[in-house]
């Protein structure tokens, strides 16, 4: 065990060895621990002795978090390439594996040590993995691991400070397990591209939370991104016009770059106002986007008959949706299993072509699917690009964070948004915003390792670029070309992989080429060094003498100057790409071609007028969608429902308006008078039907009968009068004859009194004496008093 490929046999399998047994003494591992050693060192000796695996009962694994303190070097990587067959194995059957490293976790200055693998970046070649019946770290390619290494004659290694201990899973949990005990706290998202075309930079911040405040490895870290020409692409937060914040649109609060868009937005553009021609047939889509917690369509290609052409749905899954060349919509559509909903920022990108579609997900390797009858030639004529779906049926609008949305008719495009192998760096350099950044590093040396099929013979090979050719032009821009080729060839004529890329073509630049102008230059051009007319913007041709509105005048319209059109009756705009209708679209409608607007979801065409499944009655007016503004008196759904107001009393109905229909008993406009068939008599009033409530004095249904009123304080009812005694008077003796008189009362009054209290109390240094002490409290004291009064006599 223990052995790299190569040279990393013998000695670094009995170094490794060694730093296990003095591990398995510190940890007090059971005696299965020295077994399991002896078996290890015992299967480089003795090939195809009983693999480790069998004898693991009670072992316990370090965890990531000490492993990361005991490596030289920790890695988040991307394996790209294993060479397990047996002529790459070394004689400890190990193999090596070519990563594409992700993140540098520990160990920078390390790796500015180590070559990388051929020309590109962050590429290398690690060797000591194997079998894990033999106790190794096995790697499988595709896979991406967070890798423990080290150094060793200038190359790196997997180092094994436990069994199976070099590689681990790349998640989040031990991500953050590794961040701990470097000191590390979580790294930033990556910053806004300081260019939207021909190359910017991108930088991300993490905070050192040792307790010595100094960590291992840089807190700023620098990547380019948006490598791609400025020439043709569309910007479409500029063509949609979320640049200029129209109704719906903020800026986004957690992003100083990006949007906040709504639902109330209205984003869309004709595609005959973003390409001269048809819809690109290859073309990428690259974005920055926030997406909601739900799923919708983010960019939507649709036609004035409703069809959706092509889309790009988010949810649990991105998918790219699109009709085939039969013109219906493709059943198996390419899904890419990435989950998008997690508020927070991703960069995507979208690589299409006719047969295969990529994509790049927060600038890690693409995903590839195929694209079956996909051809945009199907496309037809007047298509809409807009923002989430065009029309209604397709889902609710798009509402979230959008940071770059870009069309770039070039399938290249897309892996150019930004470059995750721009992570190691060969010097720190100074950033005017702060500490310093990462560079991409560049070499010229392509190390590989291969091994000879002889029995005891090991041969190292280091393949090296020849010099660059000479340019194939003696003027202006050419090409040049360098071979690979190995210096110690001794192995039938074969240093490296049968896919290893043998030769490179780059750009070269020599002098400029004076050429003159056949003929002069118009309108203000002037002749460059080709002999070409070079024009000022708004003119176009050989000479400049044509007038040029850029993209160009749409709809029949005719350029009278640069960037000026005159557009027909029909339609408006600076290029004439805004259709008019006359009368204009109501109900928010957008008009899409003259005369006929497309309408949300309830209303008609071609101005958008509501639209009722049923008829507004007694004299109502349709509205909205199924929803009737009805005449005064009436309501309901379909104004089918009289009002009356202040409603019917006494379980009375509204018949009309105004009127209700009363039960037996009650009459009146509200229902509101009871109804008494025989009249009620002596001022008597009819309560409920039939029952009437008599005046004081009468009793009888009919109030007919008089009744005698009670006499108080002794009065007699006589005819309907009282007769009250001497000294009472009134209609019925409730009123006294009285002489008053005045009279002494006496009563008791209480009050608080303060007063002075002596108390004993211990005093004196060590409270051995007792003193007198007086305080002041407060006492309850009553006192008896008098007062006047009056009494009748």
Known sequence: MLRSSGPMDKSTASRSSGGLLKLAMK???????????????????????????????????????????LADIVVAAYVRRTFKERQYRSEAQTYFAEINILETYKGDDWLRKISHFSNMAGVYNVSNFGEKLMCYADVMAGESYILFLTEFKGRLSAKYDDIFGAAAPYTEYNERAIFDELGWDVWSSWSECSSKCEGGYQTRERKCNSNNGTCDGNPVKRRQCNLFPCKGIRDLLDIFGV?????????????????????????????????????????????VVKFPRKTGYLLTLSDIMGKQKLAVKYGDRMKFEYYNGNDIPEIEIPEFDIDVMDDDWHFLAFSVQSDRIELYFDCESP?????????????????????????????????????????????????????????????????????????????????????????????????????WSACSVTCGEGLRTRTL??????????????????????????????????????????????????????????????????????NGGRCLHP????????????????????????????????????????????????????????????????????????????????????????????????????????????????????????????????????????????CQHFKCRKCFNGGRCRGKKCH?????????????????????????????????????????????????????????????MNRTDYRCV
């Open 243 to 287: 640049v200029k914040l129209p109704r719906g649109v903020s800026w986004s609060r957690d992003r100083k770059s990006a949007y906040y868009v709504t639902q109330s937005a209205q984003l869309f553009a004709p595609v005959s106002s973003i390409f001269k021609t048809d819809f690109p047939t290859d073309f990428s889509i690259i974005m």
């Open 563 to 702: 960037g000026q059109c005159l557009c027909t009756g029909e339609f408006t705009g600076k290029f004439c790409e805004t259709a008019l209708c006359n009368p204009s679209c109501l109900n928010g409608g957008r008009c899409i071609t003259p005369g006929y607007c497309s309408c949300p979801y309830g209303y008609m065409a071609p101005i958008c007028k509501p639209f009722c499944s049923f008829d507004c009655q007694n004299g109502g007016k349709c509205i909205r969608h199924n929803m009737c503004k009805c005449r005064r008196g009436y309501t309901g759904a379909d104004c089918s429902k009289p009002v009356c107001k202040r409603g019917c009393y006494n379980g009375g109905r509204c018949v009309a308006r105004g009127t209700c229909s009363c039960p037996r008993g009650y009459t009146g406009s509200k229902c509101h008078m009871a109804r008494c068939n025989s009249p009620c008599q002596n001022n008597g009033s009819c309560i409920h039907p039939d029952v009437c409530k008599c005046r004081s004095g009468f009793t009888g249904p009919q």
């Open 724 to 784: 009250c005694q001497h000294g009472y008077y009134g209609e019925r003796c409730e009123r006294r004859k009285c002489t008053y008189e005045k009279y002494v009362v006496p009563y008791q009054r209480t009050y608080r009194k303060l007063q002075r209290e002596e108390y004993t109390t211990k005093c004196g240094p060590w409270r051995w004496k007792n003193c007198v002490k007086t305080r002041l409290k407060y006492v309850v004291v009553s006192k008896m």
């Open 27 to 69: 940890k007090k591992i059971h005696s299965v621990w020295y077994h399991l050693l002896f078996c290890i060192i015992g299967y480089n000796l003795v090939p195809g002795s009983i693999g480790c695996i069998l004898l693991l009962n009670g072992w316990t694994p370090l965890t990531v978090y000490e492993r990361t303190g």
């Open 367 to 467: 995903i590839t699917k195929p694209l079956k009858g996909f051809t945009t030639t199907t496309f037809g004529r007047n298509l809409v690009l807009a923002l989430g779906p065009f029309f209604a049926r397709y889902g609710m609008p798009f509402q979230g964070g959008l940071e770059q949305l870009l069309i770039v008719p070039d399938p290249n495009a897309a892996k150019q948004q930004c470059f995750t192998q721009v992570k190691l760096a060969d010097q720190a350099i100074k950033d005017d915003s702060g500490p310093p950044v990462v560079v991409q590093r560049e070499t010229t040396l392509d190390p590989l390792f291969t091994k000879t099929n002889a029995p005891n013979e090991k041969v190292e090979i280091v393949t090296e670029w020849s010099s």
């Open 485 to 554: 080729y190995c210096p110690n060839n001794m192995l039938n004529g074969k240093c490296s992989p049968d896919n290893t890329r043998q030769s490179q073509t780059g750009p070269c630049y020599q002098q400029e080429c004076h050429d003159q102008c056949p003929q002069p230059c118009l309108n203000g051009g002037t002749c460059s060094a080709y002999g070409k007319c070079i024009c000022p913007f708004g003119f176009l041709g050989n000479q400049c003498q044509n007038v040029s509105c850029y993209p160009g005048c749409l």
